[in-house]
Nanobody
Framework: QVQLVESGGGLVQAGGSLRLSCAAS????????MAWFRQAPGKEREFVIS????????YSADSVKGRFTISRDNAKNTAYLQMNSLKPEDTAVYYC?????????????????WGQGTQVTVSS
């Protein structure tokens, strides 16, 4: 049974930082591309950032370029999202997702497994 469990969300002031973690189990983690999506109230879930299975390719939304980074530790079966210079518009539930295709596409339909989400709130 595959599980993705996010942690690290919380309340932070604008300009601050948070690091989210996504612990994976029940899959061969190193085979999967990993991504982070987010969903704000009343909005659709949107792509944030992804990393291919090898860790060499990273794709990110324009809104987070230069502020957010994705990384992975295959030994720990964990993906990370480092968020710096946070803005109130970054407030959302953040979800990690895993794609067996391995390439890290931006579209939601490519992802096979999803976590339950973690809330990030950025105050102004």
């Amino acid at each position: 049974q595959v599980q993705l469990v996010e942690s690290g969300g919380g309340l932070v002031q604008a300009g601050g930082s948070l690091r989210l973690s996504c612990a994976a189990s029940g899959l061969t983690f190193s085979d999967y591309a990993m991504a982070w999506f987010r969903q704000a109230p009343g909005k659709e879930r949107e792509f944030v950032i992804s990393q291919d299975w090898s860790g060499s390719m990273v794709y990110s939304a324009d809104s987070v370029k230069g502020r957010f980074t994705i990384s992975r530790d295959n030994a720990k079966n964990t993906a990370y999202l480092q968020m710096n210079s946070l803005k109130p518009e970054d407030t959302a539930v953040y979800y990690c997702a895993a794609d067996l295709n391995g390439l890290g596409f931006r579209a939601r339909e490519h992802y096979d497994y999803w976590g339950q989400g973690t809330q990030v709130t950025v105050s102004s």
